[in-house]
């Protein structure tokens, strides 16, 4: 996914939430709103994880599952989608959400649509701490691409709450993108 078509899924979650003042991007595509030159394993995605923050019921994320997620009709035009998920799926650091980089989407009525973006190293640590094989693409391209400090992150893992299981894979992870290329 490219930074337009990342701009253009916001503008339609957008349209999808009128009454939504905020929420947040807590995928991978968030690295969007930091930098405009990302690595190639950062634009692989098709999906934008889009999780509005007051929605204790999950209608709001099922709203935009409908509309435009995954098989929509949104998706087979555009070939992006966005998935609706709750906040409570995001496990970033202490302070996370304080530093957010905040864009702002316009809407025709003249309001406007506020979208929290994670800070680049926030978001590799929710990364490291869900352990996945394509999360550990995703940071060590962003290690690798010096877009992060890998020294930082490992700062940043005590202030998680992870169990010494996810702390120590986190590590383990770190360790590798830190690695040269083979």
Sequence with gaps: MNREQFLL????????????????????????????????????SREVDVAPIDDPDEEKAHRINWVMGELSAFDEEHDVYAEGLSIDLFVGPDGWLSRCK???????????????????????????????????????????????DPDWLEHLLSG??????????????IAAARQPRA
Excluded: N, Y
Excluded at 29 to 34: C, D, K, L, P
Excluded at 160 to 173: I, N, V, Y
């Design 9 to 44: 899924v916001l503008d339609r979650v957008s349209r999808v939430l009128p009454d939504e003042i905020e929420v947040v991007v807590i995928g991978s595509q968030a690295a969007h709103a930091w930098d405009e030159d990302l690595p190639v394993a950062v634009l692989r």
């Design 102 to 148: 905040r864009v702002r989407v316009p809407r025709v009525d003249g309001t406007s649509l506020t979208v929290l973006c994670p800070e680049l190293h926030d978001l590799c640590i929710a990364k490291l701490i869900a352990g996945r094989e394509q999360d550990q693409m995703f940071v060590t391209a962003l290690v690798r691409g010096s877009k992060v």
């Design 160 to 173: 998680t709450g992870a169990s010494q299981h996810e702390l120590e894979r986190a590590r383990r992870m």
